[in-house]
């Protein structure tokens, strides 16, 4: 339920409908605009029921928000959401660049991988020490040897990090060094890592499940925030569908209908999308200038001998003009790139 008070209400008739809100055991979630404060009632049914603010001090009307994710929905909050990380802007009019290698190699690959990023103007740094793969027998990270290399990188560059997180037990020391944690898009329904993460209340970045449709994508968001948790990056990062000739599908559609039902920011990411490096510049022009709200994309200083993913890495040597045209795109739906400070 949404709480729409007066533009003339008190703080006094503001903190009255706040508490009625708890008092019926459900969650009040104030939104301070310019001119008017809303206030969602989320919790039980029943209990959110039970509340009559129709007419109270300061009310101006009391609406149902019919979407069944409350919180991520534009029905309660209709500016979008802009974010600020370790100095880098997301959402609103900036476009951030989020950039770096699949998954930490070596300190050389990762530190000096990271500068390349920073010179030529990423938002933030990528990085897996924890990596979901396919295979169990596959390479599946550097662990925490991989977190004090991100470490190292950002104590270098001053740009902060996105990184994996696979599993809750793992979230003590990620949270030593990620600004932005990341759900793997095989993870988007672990609820309880989820919960876990709308506690631990850092900024996470949800990737869409390989066949999860827009509304599960935003019901994963929910149980982040939830917990209190505001900052949501949802990712499109491809779906499955009948076409073999890439590795998955890129809905670009999802930008502008995550939009539509959203204020939650929302990036791209080319890479997993394309599965081959030829695809990614003209994704990441496409999602620029679809209105994404940044791409995160995966570069290496020689994908040929990359442990992970190197097929779609973008060269380190490429990265410089790619971000140039990638402005120019995100100019064409209004927004600049962030610069990390
Ligand atoms: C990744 O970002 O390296 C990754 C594994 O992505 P996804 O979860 O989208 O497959
Ligand atoms: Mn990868």
């Not at 404060?37 to 209990?47: C, P």
């Not at 505001?230 to 939009?259: M, N, Q, W």
């Amino acid at each position: 339920m949404m709480i729409v008070m007066k533009a003339t209400a008190t703080e006094a008739e503001i903190d009255a409908v706040i508490d009625r809100i708890q008092g019926v055991g459900a969650v009040a979630h104030p939104s301070r605009g310019e001119e008017i404060t809303v206030i969602g009632a989320i919790g039980d049914r029943e209990h959110v029921a039970r509340l009559e603010l129709e007419g109270a001090p300061g009310v101006a009307k009391v609406v149902r928000i019919l979407k069944p994710y409350k919180l991520a929905s534009k029905e309660l909050r209709r500016e979008p959401s802009v974010f600020e990380i370790g100095g880098a802007r997301i959402g609103g009019d900036s476009f951030a660049l989020i950039a770096g290698p699949c998954t930490v190699e070596s300190r050389e690959q990762t530190v000096g991988t990271a500068r390349v990023v920073k010179d030529a103007g990423a938002a933030m740094f990528r990085g897996g020490a924890y990596k979901p793969r396919t295979s169990p027998y596959a390479f599946s990270g550097l662990g925490e040897s991989g977190l004090r290399l991100l470490a190292e990188a950002k104590a270098e560059t001053g740009l902060p990090i996105v990184t994996e997180l696979r599993d809750a037990r793992d979230l003590e020391p990620v949270l030593e060094v990620a600004d932005v944690i990341q759900v793997g898009a095989r993870n988007m329904q672990n609820y309880t890592l989820l919960t876990e993460l709308g506690r631990a209340g850092r900024p996470v970045l949800l990737k869409r499940g390989l066949t999860a449709t827009l509304e599960e994508l935003l019901m994963a968001a929910e149980y982040i925030l939830k917990e209190g948790n505001p900052h949501v990056i949802l990712c499109e990062r491809g779906i499955r569908t009948f076409e073999t000739s890439y590795r998955f599908t890129l809905d670009l559609l999802a930008i502008p209908v995550l939009k539509e039902l959203s204020h939650l920011p929302v990036v791209v990411d080319p890479s997993h999308a394309a599965g081959r490096r030829s695809l990614v510049e003209p994704m990441s022009l496409a999602a620029a200038a679809a209105g994404a709200d940044g791409i995160i994309v995966e570069v290496h200083p020689n994908p040929a001998e990359a442990i992970c993913d190197g097929p779609q890495a973008v060269v380190n040597d490429d990265f410089a003009a790619l971000v140039g045209r990638i402005e120019q795109a995100a100019a064409v739906a209004g927004k600049v790139l962030s610069a990390a400070v």
